[in-house]
Nanobody, 124 residues
Framework: QVQLVESGGGLVQAGGSLRLSCAAS????????MGWFRQAPGKEREFVAA????????FYADSVKGRFAISRDNAKNTVYLQMNSLKPEDTAVYYC?????????????????WGQGTQVTVSS
C-alpha cells in the first residue's frame, strides 16, 4: 500500500511559478514510476508528466513541455513538479499517482495509487 500526499498548490499570476510536491509512504517508493495528472472543472483528467522509478526517464504532455519539469528524490520518497510560465489554462486540481512499473504512462487507468489532489489556480 502506498499513500500519496500532494502539497504546494495555490494561487499564482500568469507567468509565475509553483512547485508541487508529492510525498509517498512506504519503503518501496523506488519501485514505482510516478505521474502527475490534472483535472479542470467539467473536463476529463489529463496527463501532465511522468518519471521512471529510477528518475532516468521523463516525458510530458505537449501542453506543458518546456515549462514543467518532473523530478524525484527516492531518498525522500518524494516526487516534484516544477511549473514555470504558468498560464490560466493550467488551472486545475493536480494529482500525483504511483504505478508499480519501471516506466510511467500517459494513461491514468494503469496507475495503482492516487493522492487527494492539490488546487492550482492561475489568474490572468
Amino acid at each position: 500500500q502506498v499513500q500519496l500526499v500532494e502539497s504546494g498548490g495555490g494561487l499564482v499570476q500568469a507567468g509565475g511559478s509553483l512547485r508541487l510536491s508529492c510525498a509517498a509512504s512506504g519503503r518501496t517508493f523506488s519501485s514505482y514510476a510516478m505521474g502527475w495528472f490534472r483535472q479542470a472543472p467539467g473536463k476529463e483528467r489529463e496527463f501532465v508528466a511522468a518519471i521512471s522509478y529510477s528518475g532516468g526517464s521523463t516525458f510530458y504532455a505537449d501542453s506543458v513541455k518546456g515549462r514543467f519539469a518532473i523530478s524525484r528524490d527516492n531518498a525522500k520518497n518524494t516526487v516534484y513538479l516544477q511549473m514555470n510560465s504558468l498560464k490560466p489554462e493550467d488551472t486545475a486540481v493536480y494529482y500525483c499517482a504511483a504505478r508499480r512499473h519501471y516506466s510511467g504512462s500517459y494513461y491514468y487507468t494503469v496507475y495503482d495509487y492516487w493522492g487527494q489532489g492539490t488546487q492550482v489556480t492561475v489568474s490572468s
